[in-house]
């Protein structure tokens, strides 16, 4: 038996969630978010905004 088939490594997020870029508006620290509810996590603001 071969079960050398090529092992591609493919990277998908638990749960297929999508990490999106925010900046926030208080302090200006760039950070990955996930959901709807994201925030800043250096001033704990929830003045954050989308970016890219
Ligand atoms: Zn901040």
Known sequence: ???A???VS???EE???????YQ???CSSKFR?????VRCPTC???N???VG
């Open 15 to 21: 749960g297929g969630l999508v990490t999106e870029q």
């Open 24 to 26: 926030c508006s208080d």
């Open 1 to 3: 038996m071969c079960f």
């Open 48 to 50: 954050v905004k989308k």
């Open 33 to 37: 978010g996930i959901g709807k509810k």
């Open 10 to 12: 493919v990277e998908i």
């Open 5 to 7: 088939e090529s092992s």
């Open 44 to 46: 704990d603001s929830s």
